[in-house]
């Protein structure tokens, strides 16, 4: 069993940046896929940024270029660096963590261990 515990999460002006963390509990954190997806309201969640246990990166379109992700697996942590945020990047973002093999790391189907949330709200 994996644990996960977002922070970070804030009001922020359009423009500004926010670093989210994601703490997992367990021993064999660097052998996980860790991804973070995100849901604003009345929508569908949406898959944000992943990266692979061997370090692989993957960006949503919508994000490449303003959001990083890293991971420190001695500290059994993920980060999302958020960078010139607007304001549709508010929602709720999740962080994610799966220990299959991975087909597609955007598919919300293919992790299997789940944060309980943390809110990002960027005002215009």
């Known amino acids: 069993q994996v644990q996960l515990v977002e922070s970070g999460g804030g009001l922020v002006q359009a423009g500004g940046s926010l670093r989210l963390s994601c703490a997992a509990s367990?021993?064999?954190?660097?052998?996980?896929?860790m991804g973070w997806f995100r849901q604003a309201p009345g929508k569908e969640r949406e898959f944000v940024v992943a990266?692979?246990?061997?370090?692989?990166?993957y960006y949503a379109d919508s994000v490449k270029g303003r959001f990083t992700i890293s991971r420190d697996n001695a500290k059994n942590t993920v980060y999302l660096q958020m960078n010139s945020l607007k304001p549709e990047d508010t929602a709720v973002y999740y962080c994610?963590?799966?220990?299959?093999?991975?087909?597609?790391?955007?598919?919300?189907?293919?992790?299997?261990?789940w944060g309980q949330g943390t809110q990002v709200t960027v005002s215009s």
């Open positions: 367990g021993r064999t954190f660097s052998r996980y896929a």
């Open positions: 994610a963590a799966s220990n299959r093999d991975m087909a597609y790391y955007s598919r919300s189907w293919e992790y299997n261990y």
């Open positions: 990266v692979s246990w061997s370090g692989g990166t």
